[in-house]
């Protein structure tokens, strides 16, 4: 009696009319996600080309302008998928557009108390922009993760460390920020002579290292680098101190250089440094063979 009574609803059942539901609800899918698709590819333009000309006025520099424009995509990838899920759910289960967002919004507020982090990373990532800690290419550390900022996003910040892994960190857990890439960066470099050598000499030579360093990095360079002496008496050698300011991020390739040439003019002129000491002593000692 049953299975005469199901094919007999199945016989009466208007399948063309159901296959012209799901096929016009199909439709109205797919155009809520091209228009949706359209909407955002637009927004973007738009939203570059109004950075980039307020670069080209002097408003934003490009660093701000690229956090800015970071911040502004993420921001509208969420609020655009928010309203295409709207209009799709409303189309597909007759939802009033009121009733659905008065239920979002207590959904919202449930949810709100057992996702907190995810709050905490949003408004983390606003203080973040506002306060200007960080912007779109700055090399930055926080935490035990440092390297140049990517992306700044509504939840997250992407940094890119110098080994190429990327680092994703929750705004929310960016409590400290040391910003390497503000101001006038310091270069730093010691060198250990050896107390039998001329330390006056010594001192000499890297003077003219540092003054023909500085004509080669030009503009590069905010305070030249200059021979600040000796710092530290060691067990076996002094320690000579060079000190510069560069613009930031240009600090490493400046110490790298200063310990190139001052290498170089030490072989040159003969100063020996403790490394070197320590092979030629070896090599006067007598082999063990010959001791009596």
Known sequence: ???????????????????????????????????????????????????LDRKQKNILNERKANTMFSLLRSLSFYFITFTAILHTLKHLFKFDTGTLLASASVLGVALGFGSQSLVKDVIGGFFILFEDQFSVG??????????????????????????????????????????????????LVDIQIPYNEDLERAMKVMHAVCERVAAEFGDKIIDPPTVQGVIQFGERNAVLRVVGFTKPNEQWSLERELRRQIHSAFLKEGIRTPQQTIIIDDLKKPPMGNKI
């Open 1 to 51: 009696m049953n299975g005469t009574w199901l094919q007999t609803s199945l016989n009466n059942y208007d399948w063309q009319q159901l296959g012209t539901t799901v096929l016009n609800s199909l439709l109205y899918i797919v155009m809520i996600l091209i228009i949706a698709r359209i909407s955002y590819g637009v927004f973007i333009y738009i939203l570059r080309r109004m950075l």
């Open 138 to 187: 700055d090399y930055v550390k926080t935490g035990q993760f440092s390297g140049i900022v990517e992306e700044t996003g509504i939840r997250a910040t992407h940094l890119r460390d110098w080994g190429g892994e990327l680092h994703i960190i929750p705004n929310g857990s960016i409590t400290a920020v040391t910003n390497f890439s503000r101001g006038k960066m310091r270069a």
